[in-house]
T-cell receptor
């Protein structure tokens, strides 16, 4: 299981772009990179997933360099409601049942006015 | 939008008592999970369930824990004899299918279990 490292916390202001980088030096060929978001007293919520290059959805973008040893979650123009913990997860393809998620400590993003 | 629901939202119990936490996964999902999060700590995997049997469980999921899908909609976690250290937020999650890609899991709002 690839170990992930991400900053413990980040601060930002409303309207700014926030980039959270996660390193995963031991990522395996079949591993995907997935980001989840968790608000206080709520369950984690899937944000985005990618394998290589760039993925964008209505919430965020995920940048993955060619060596895949790191990834960057980009949140455009954050608001106060983006204050949450963001988790980077690396996991292999599903070949059967299971597919548990292994969460680290995540990055606590605090957005201020 | 379909969502995972959990009841109760908060459960207070005495040490040694049995508790059952209930979840209703999204209706067409096939894989079901329980996770827990002790206050201020990481979200930890407990167990996964597919085709009416446990597919994987963690070291936390010892003989005191059991899961069941008693009907076509509910998914329950039972703790037979609660301990103080079982106090945590328990999250149920479900996933549509396997194969191909690393599928998204949908989490419920959680049940806060307090053991006194």
């Amino acid at each position: 299981l690839a170990k992930t490292t991400q900053p413990i916390s980040m601060d930002s202001y409303e309207g700014q772009e926030v980039n959270i980088t996660c390193s995963h030096n031991n990522i395996a060929t079949n591993d995907y990179i997935t980001w989840y978001q968790q608000f206080p007293s709520q369950g984690p919520r899937f944000i985005i997933q990618g394998y290589k290059t760039k993925v964008t959805n209505e919430v965020a973008s995920l940048f993955i360099p060619a060596d895949r040893k790191s990834s960057t979650l980009s949140l455009p123009r954050v608001s106060l409601s983006d204050t949450a913990v963001y988790y980077c997860l690396v996991g292999d393809r599903v070949t059967g049942g299971g597919n548990k998620l292994t969460f680290g400590t995540g990055t606590q993003l605090k957005v201020e006015l | 939008e379909p969502e995972v629901t959990q009841t109760p939202s908060h459960q207070v119990t005495q040490m040694g008592q049995e508790v059952i936490l209930r979840c209703v996964p999204i209706s067409n999902h096939l894989y079901f999970y329980w996770y827990r999060q002790i206050l201020g700590q990481k979200v930890e995997f407990l167990v996964s369930f597919y085709n009416n049997e446990i597919s994987e469980k963690s070291e936390i999921f010892d003989d005191q824990f059991s899961v069941e899908r008693p009907d076509g909609s509910n998914f329950t976690l039972k703790i037979r004899s609660t301990k103080l250290e079982d106090s945590a937020m328990y999250f149920c999650a479900s996933r549509l299918s396997s194969g191909g890609t690393y599928n998204e899991q949908f989490f419920g709002p959680g049940t806060r279990l307090t053991v006194l």
